[in-house]
């Protein structure tokens, strides 16, 4: 059974940085594509970003752009999502997901999922 682990959630001050992981194991990491969602409550479940197989292509939610940095390494089965300037519409459950092949921004095209780590913003 896949298994995607997050970690490096946290509360952390307005215009601070958190770094999260996601370690993967039982798929095969190099031809899966990954993505971050995230989930505030009594929100619907929100694209972040995503990256392709090799690492070359690289999409975000323009509410993003520019703060946050997907990245990964495939001999490491490690998906990472640097946080920057962390905004108060920022907070949420931050979400790991695979899907093979192909990177998209959608949640629901996603095959595998992880347990969510938290994210707060203390302003």
């Known amino acids: 059974q896949v298994q995607l682990v997050e970690s490096g959630g946290g509360l952390v001050q307005a215009g601070g940085s958190l770094r999260l992981s996601c370690a993967a194991s039982r798929l095969t990491f190099s031809t899966t594509a990954m993505g971050w969602f995230r989930q505030a409550p009594g929100k619907e479940r929100e694209f972040v970003a995503s990256?392709?197989?090799?690492?070359?292509?690289?999409y975000y939610a323009d509410s993003v752009k520019g703060r946050f940095t997907i990245s990964r390494d495939n001999a490491k089965n490690t998906v990472w999502l640097q946080i920057n300037s962390l905004k108060p519409e920022d907070p949420g459950v931050y979400y790991c997901a695979g899907r093979r092949w192909v990177a998209t921004m959608t949640a629901s095209e996603y095959d595998f999922w992880g347990q969510g780590t938290q994210v707060t913003v203390s302003s």
């Open positions: 990256i392709s197989r090799t690492g070359s292509g690289k």
